[in-house]
């Protein structure tokens, strides 16, 4: 397993990629419309070349997906204290405890987890009004990522706790001894998934990310989810054409 002092670091290195990973700032400027739009990305950098040349990117619209016996996603999340960050293009929680979730035998360590709105992922065609990514890295540098939707409807109370530290400016962060954090309470009852293969979000939209996408979502109140477009504003890339990949999805 990945310990804390490791994942502090390799979260501390990382670019500034919001769809699955964010930290640091290197690399081009990219953003969400205009001239540093995803249209454009590929074109702002070399690096970047991948969000436009990828044939395997995400994120997709979910389609009626093929039904299959998927493996059970075994969750060993612990608690954490709050630490988060503003990046600019999300609201991000670092992760420093030892928690990991295990697939087929394939353990993959929690790092971080951060916000989309829209959902970046659609279901035949429709966002829902927010999506959480919880990214994860096994041993072997594998990356996998969790997606849980969140929908408009009663408040919740693990989301309040993070949004009442929202940091107000791009760059900031926070680590807030009196709050701790259960990543577990922001997972749906029922842990039915969707299964498929497909990149990082943001530039520069690496492939080989494992997704598995929750089919069903959670309830957020709208005060949060405007709180959060007021901070941050739009922060979703448009869906990503399939090419031929298999969509999994449990009966």
Not at 70 to 94: C, M, R
Not at 109 to 126: A, I, M, R, W
Not at 157 to 167: A, D, F, R, T, Y
Request: charge should be negative; charged fraction near 20%.
């Amino acid at each position: 397993m990945i310990r804390s002092s490791m994942v502090a670091a390799f979260v501390a290195s990382l670019t500034l990629s919001t769809g699955v990973l964010a930290g640091g700032g290197h690399g081009a400027h990219w953003g969400y419309e205009g001239p540093e739009g995803p249209e454009h990305w590929a074109e702002l950098s070399k690096e970047y070349a991948t969000c436009g040349t990828g044939t395997r990117q995400s994120p997709i619209d979910i389609p009626a997906a093929i039904s299959a016996k998927l493996p059970v996603i075994k969750f060993d999340f612990e608690h954490a204290t709050l630490e988060i960050l503003n990046n600019g293009h999300t609201i991000q929680v670092n992760h420093d405890e030892d928690s990991s979730i295990t697939v087929s035998g394939e353990q993959f360590d929690l790092l971080q987890f951060h916000f989309h709105t829209p959902s970046e992922n659609t279901v035949g065609g429709k966002h829902h009004d927010m999506e959480l990514h919880m990214v994860h890295k096994s041993a072997k540098g594998q990356l996998a990522v969790v997606g849980v939707f969140m929908e408009a409807g009663k408040k919740n109370e693990v989301l309040s706790n993070i949004w009442e530290h929202m940091p107000a400016n791009a760059g900031d962060k926070k680590k807030v001894s009196s709050v701790r954090i259960h990543p577990a309470d922001l997972l749906p009852a029922d842990r039915s998934y969707s299964r498929f293969n497909g990149s990082l979000t943001t530039p520069p939209c690496s492939e080989g990310v494992k997704w598995f996408v929750m089919t069903n979502p959670i309830e957020v109140s709208a005060e949060q989810v405007k709180r959060f477009a007021k901070a941050i504003s739009e922060n979703n890339r448009p869906t990503q054409p399939l090419n031929g990949r298999f969509v999994l999805t449990e009966p």
